[in-house]
């Protein structure tokens, strides 16, 4: 007889008493964990005041909790009598009936929490969804969606889940982990007519003015990375780029911007850009045509 119907059978075996008392615990047990999971969610509410720790940190008691739970069920039913080859025989039938996605996905939260890919609160893009995590479980990720027919940075209000086994199959782009900024670019085509440089001035002026403030966190936390990691040393101050073209000049702003700002932050500056280029008479150039004159279809006939 196999180790699996050996444990059934000793199932039916137990006395009447010995199964009443393991089925009570075995309901008392999931009632005592949510019991003291909510407990040690309001100390946590009160303890730690940041948004993101504290969903974090949360989420983790959340799982260690759950798992022992579950491991103290299966200990009520497993007597002590049973030999090593019982406990061995349900864990193989466990795995056989655990679904290979399942496994995967349970894999996928592991590598997640080991290599600490991604936390509660960071913006990340993965298959094709990219939004803010607001949780992590044994099995799936839960993101608020960013993006999509919002065309921007912004919430569209669906909430996604991914299955972790995604992590094998696909990159992850993390938006703010271990930095937390992103370099973001505003191009304004300027026509040659135009005073191009003082254009370029005012974009960088700008620039300054709504980086300023970041600077000087984002750098530091730059050359943190950089001594982690082997990436080239770069400047966080805004800078201007230029590319001449056959019709007009395309003028770069290339600044650092808040992971969780850019559409904010690229908005307050366009609409400031283009009210001082319209003091300055300065004109933003596009692919319309003049048409400066026709020729007479008269003088043509007549040669003709």
């Known amino acids: 007889m196999s180790p699996f119907f050996e444990l059934i059978d000793s199932l039916f075996a137990i006395d009447s008493s010995v199964l009443l008392y393991s089925i009570i615990l075995s309901l008392v047990i999931p009632l005592g964990a949510w019991i003291i999971y909510q407990i040690l969610k309001r100390i946590i509410k009160r303890q730690i005041k940041d948004v993101t720790q504290r969903h974090s940190l949360r989420a983790l008691i959340r799982n260690i909790i759950f798992v022992t739970a579950i491991i103290m069920i ?59 995590v607001m949780d992590i479980g044994f099995m799936r990720t839960t993101i608020m969606e960013i993006g999509q027919w919002v065309k921007a940075d912004q919430y569209t209000g ?32 300027v026509t040659y007519n135009d005073d191009w440089q003082r254009a370029a001035d005012i974009m960088l002026e700008h620039g300054n003015k709504y980086t300023a403030e970041l600077q000087e966190d984002a750098e530091a936390k730059l050359e943190k990375l950089v001594d982690r990691f082997p990436l080239k040393q770069t400047k966080v101050e805004p800078a201007i780029y230029f590319v001449m073209t056959d019709n007009w000049i395309e003028i770069t702003l290339r600044f650092v911007v808040d992971a969780q700002e850019r559409r904010m932050v690229k908005a307050n500056l366009y609409r400031e850009l283009l009210h001082q280029f319209d003091e300055d008479k300065i004109t933003v150039a596009s692919a319309t045509v003049d048409i400066v004159g026709f020729p007479s279809p008269k003088g043509d006939l007549d040669k003709s």
Do not use: C, H
């Open 74 to 132: 299966i200990l009520v039913w497993l007597r002590p009598q049973q030999n090593l080859t019982v406990i061995i025989g349900l864990a193989v039938a466990g795995i056989i009936l655990a679904s290979q996605s399942a496994i995967s996905s349970f894999s996928g939260y592991i590598l997640i929490v080991s290599s600490n890919l991604y936390g509660i609160g960071d913006r990340i893009s993965i298959n094709n969804v990219t939004g803010d």
């Open 158 to 189: 669906r909430i996604v889940t991914i299955s972790n086994k995604a992590l094998y199959d696909n990159p992850v782009f993390n938006y703010t982990r271990n930095w937390g900024y992103l370099w973001d670019e505003i191009m304004i085509p």
